[in-house]
């Protein structure tokens, strides 16, 4: 079972704790954490996270490709099969959107990424 993050933050269950998630939502929460970590931010886990915070050192033509072996890199040890990475670009900003399966079930995750131009 997975507690909830929502920017960074916990999110109150309104009873003193937190919501937790199990299932398809543990999953989901645990590749959201996932591609939001910087990879290498912790010492002891080096191979935790993504790289997709430094897709703003590429060129832009290179960017989607990228972001999808990022994503599939950072998500290696779930058990989910990756079925498309989309990249849109919003300014200096973009979202990452991933369609992936888990147990015969489509989820879709979405994280935004800075510091593009």
Known sequence: MALVLRNGDYVP???GGF?????AAE?????LWKLTVRRGSFPFLPGLGSRLHTLGLTKPGEREALAG???????????????????????????VSVRMEWQGE?????VEV???V
């Open 27 to 31: 999953v989901l929460e645990r590749v």
């Open 19 to 23: 919501q937790r998630a199990e299932g």
């Open 13 to 15: 269950d309104g009873l």
């Open 114 to 116: 800075g510091g593009l």
């Open 69 to 95: 072996q990022y994503v599939r890199e950072a998500l290696v040890d779930e058990d989910v099969d990756v079925q498309e990475v989309a990249l849109r670009q919003k300014g200096d900003r973009a979202v």
């Open 106 to 110: 489509t989820l879709a995750a979405a």
